[in-house]
Nanobody
Framework: QVQLVESGGGLVQAGDSVRLSCALS????????MGWFRQAPGKEREFVAA????????YYADSVKGRSTISRDNARNTVYLQMNSLKPEDTAVYYC??????????????????WGQGTQVTVSS
């Protein structure tokens, strides 16, 4: 049984930074491609970032590219999302997800096998 637990969200001001963490338990972490998605009220879940099992490949949505960094620590079974220069439009519930195989469709949330419960990030202006 794979479990993902996110942490690190909260209420921040525009221009601030936040670091989200997601811990995976139950399986070999390095086998999974890990992704971050977000969902704002009334909107569809959208891709934020993804990282390959080795950490050698990273991918970002255009909306966060240049101000966000996804990383992972396979020894700690944890993936991180550092977001800087936060904007009110970054307000959403952020979810981490695990994919058990490589796919070029890593931006598609329906491809992912496991999901965390989400952590709220609210950016005030």
């Amino acid at each position: 049984q794979v479990q993902l637990v996110e942490s690190g969200g909260g209420l921040v001001q525009a221009g601030d930074s936040v670091r989200l963490s997601c811990a995976l338990s139950g399986r070999t972490f390095s086998n999974y491609l890990m992704g971050w998605f977000r969902q704002a009220p009334g909107k569809e879940r959208e891709f934020v970032a993804a990282i390959s099992g080795s950490g050698g490949y990273v991918y970002y949505a255009d909306s966060v590219k240049g101000r966000s960094t996804i990383s992972r620590d396979n020894a700690r079974n944890t993936v991180y999302l550092q977001m800087n220069s936060l904007k009110p439009e970054d307000t959403a519930v952020y979810y981490c997800a695990a994919l058990t195989r490589w796919t070029s469709l890593y931006r598609d949330y329906s491809q992912y096998n496991y999901w965390g419960q989400g952590t709220q990030v609210t950016v005030s202006s």
